[in-house]
């Protein structure tokens, strides 16, 4: 399994970033927004990689960021979403947003990507939004005071709901969100739980 790649960037077009690692050219599909973090032609670029294998071909999948990787991998869980339909809604939304879409079930937002159909949508939104219940967040922190206020609030709870879409345990998202204003849109929760969490690795 190839977890990473890092290397000259030899190549970019939409959709396509190719990275030379040690005189191989590895080309990898990827979103416009991991194409719009890598630098020029002749940079050294740094991927993320999902390696995807099908009958007929063996794709590699890089992205700039875990976040990013880890929605894509959620995204091609669901029933009738390929790699390619993927990368088409991670390129028109931010991992962030796409878990505030999951998280509100918003899945209107999901349909403004070219071939992404409002039962396709609407399949995302049901399919990931039942991984995470708030019967699981309770068992996981262990009934700390942090928990109750996680679960008691509407725009507190979609907030942790949304880190967890975004692949950061459910303890981690709890008790990031918990030290916050509630009174925050879900938005903003996301935002400074995501700067908190990184502050403290």
């Known amino acids: 399994m190839i977890y990473s790649l890092r290397g000259k960037l030899t190549h ?3 959709n396509l970033a190719v990275v030379e690692c040690g005189g191989v050219g590895y080309a990898c599909r990827t979103t416009l927004n991991t ?6 032609v002749g940079s050294e670029a740094f991927l993320l990689t999902y390696l995807y294998i099908r009958e007929d071909a063996v794709e590699i999948f890089g992205f700039a960021t875990e976040q990013e990787l880890n929605c894509f991998k959620m995204l091609i869980s669901v029933s009738g979403v390929g790699p390619k339909a ?16 999951v998280a509100t079930g918003d899945y209107k937002a999901f349909t403004k990507t070219k071939g992404v159909g409002p039962k396709l949508a609407q399949r995302v939104v049901l399919e990931l939004k039942d991984k995470i219940t708030n019967e699981q967040l309770a068992s996981s ?3 700390a ?3 109750t206020a996680v ?3 509407g ?14 345990s459910q303890a981690e998202a709890a008790s990031a969100v918990a030290k916050l204003d509630p009174s925050l849109s879900v938005e903003d929760l996301i ?8 502050a403290s690795m």
């Open 191 to 198: 935002k400074n739980a995501l700067k908190a969490i990184a």
């Open 155 to 168: 725009n507190v709870s979609e907030a942790v709901s949304a880190l967890v879409v975004l692949g950061y």
């Open 151 to 153: 679960i008691g609030g």
């Open 35 to 40: 194409l719009s973090k890598l630098g020029g």
């Open 141 to 143: 922190v262990g009934g």
């Open 12 to 14: 970019k077009e939409p």
């Open 86 to 101: 993927g990368l088409a809604i991670l390129s028109d939304t931010t991992p962030e947003g796409f878990a505030l879409n």
């Open 145 to 147: 005071e942090s928990v």
